[in-house]
């Protein structure tokens, strides 16, 4: 790797989590809940089936291996060798067939330009120094005509509210430390990292969580969490 853009002690705080990543009432069961909310997402802009699609930031393998059960051809990366292993063991048992790499956006879109029709980055973004840059890179990464598709947290007090003090320290539906408010990201800011890779924003859209419910939807509110779609161009 070269300069990774990534935080080390990140990559411990994540891969300490890698054993119980596919359990639904472990430490990522958030996750569990939406993904398949943001898996449709992605299946109601892009034709799946057949697709190259790529998962950067894949974790131990939970949308990469939705989206692969929908017809894609799946690269997935991630930089906490932990969390590699453990997809690589999950997907024996899932049966799916997807290439999973221990590699940074930016080295893959050095090797790899151009080569796919859709790049999914979810909940990475507040997690690594430079996000313009994976940005950058996933851009990159996209064929002419292609779609990047990110999941990030808003910087706002609700979101401090119920992603950090109510979901961490009094529901504790997420290890403590998981987030830091600094590090989440305006739909402003992300425009702006996406208009200067040269890629349009086509949707930003709120996921709401709602953890009395075990449930997670769609919604016209995003100051929590939320998502984005954006095409480069033809």
Same mark, same amino acid.
């Given at each position: ?15 300490? =989590? ?10 990522q069961?958030a ?7 943001r ?16 998962d ?29 292993d453990?997809a ?7 049966g %799916? ?16 330009p151009?080569?796919f ?30 779609t990047?598709? =990110? ?11 119920l ?15 998981? %987030?830091?408010?600094r ?5 402003s800011?992300?425009?702006?990292? =996406? ?29 929590i ?10």
């Open positions: 790797m070269n300069n990774p853009n990534v935080r080390q002690a990140e990559l411990h705080k994540f891969g300490a =989590l890698a054993n119980r990543w596919w359990d639904a009432d472990g430490p069961r996750l569990h809940v939406l993904n398949p909310v898996t449709q997402y992605v299946a109601d802009r892009v034709s799946l089936a057949g697709a190259k699609v790529l950067v930031g894949c974790g131990a393998g939970l949308l990469s291996e939705a989206l692969a059960a929908k017809g894609a051809r799946v690269t997935a990366i991630d930089l906490a060798p932990e969390l590699i453990v690589k063991l999950h997907q024996l048992e899932a %799916h067939e997807i290439d999973y790499r221990l590699q940074s956006a930016e080295d893959l879109a050095a090797e790899l151009g080569a029709d859709a790049v999914t980055c979810m909940e990475m973004l507040e997690h690594v120094p430079d996000p313009g840059s994976v940005i950058e890179a996933c851009a990159r990464l996209l064929k002419p005509g292609g990047l598709f =990110l999941s990030t947290l808003n910087r706002t007090p609700a979101a401090f509210a992603a950090i003090v109510g979901a961490e320290y009094v529901a504790r539906l997420l290890p403590k430390g998981t %987030h830091q408010y590090d989440f990201i305006k739909p800011e992300l425009g702006a990292w =996406l208009r200067h890779a040269g890629l349009e924003l086509e949707d930003v859209s709120g996921l709401l969580y709602e953890p009395w419910k075990h449930a997670a939807r769609l919604t016209s509110r995003t100051d969490n939320y998502l984005a779609c954006a095409r480069k161009p033809a």
